[in-house]
């Protein structure tokens, strides 16, 4: 496949194509990630041999105890229900939203075009990108980012999205 071709697909981005995108987002570098899980092994190690000394002492029926439990709890709860159901909320209220996106690859630009307007980016005045499962994120800033849904492109033309993005545009891992 040469790098000079272009292409056109449409779909609809929908709110499930939002909530996986959140997750590409959110989810931390391989470096990040090995840190986090060794803290969070670390963390229970201790919590599990500090339990039947808690317990001994009564410190289970203590404030800071329950302060503590709680706010290990709030975490899973906001990454699985809070943070899901707030970019949900956000995509019902967006007007673009349930309309068909045209997305146009060429080899000097991204266009996304929507009944609401036109945008044609060269590849080089992107920031970086990041690959999901289910979507790829392409980044005008450190904030702000276009959602492709893989769903609404064919296998090649993923290779061919993939292959000018990597070669201008910085990928995040």
């Known amino acids: 496949m040469t790098t000079e071709q272009s292409f056109q697909t449409s779909c609809i981005v929908s709110e499930r194509d ?3 995108a959140l997750y590409t987002h959110i989810r931390p570098r391989p470096s990040m990630m090995a ?3 060794a803290v969070l ?3 229970a190690a201790v919590a599990v041999l500090a339990l039947p000394s808690i317990v ?3 410190g289970h029926r203590s404030l800071p105890f329950w302060l503590v439990a709680l706010a290990v709890a709030y975490v899973p709860v906001y990454l699985l229900f809070l943070l899901p159901q707030r970019v949900r909320q956000l995509h019902g209220q967006n007007r673009v939203a349930g309309e068909p996106t045209e997305f146009t690859i060429t080899p000097g630009s991204l266009g996304v075009r929507s009944s609401y307007g036109v945008v044609e980016v060269p590849w080089d005045h992107l920031h970086r ?3 999901g499962k289910r979507s790829i994120l392409v980044y ?6 276009l959602v492709l849904p893989k769903r609404c492109f064919t296998s090649d033309q993923i290779l061919l ?4 993005l990597a070669q201008h545009v910085r990928r995040v891992a």
């Open 161 to 164: 999205l993939r292959s000018y």
């Open 18 to 20: 939002q909530v996986a």
């Open 129 to 131: 990108w990041r690959e």
């Open 35 to 37: 840190a986090g899980i």
């Open 140 to 145: 005008t800033n450190d904030v702000f980012h």
């Open 56 to 58: 001994r002492h009564g």
């Open 41 to 43: 092994l670390l963390a």
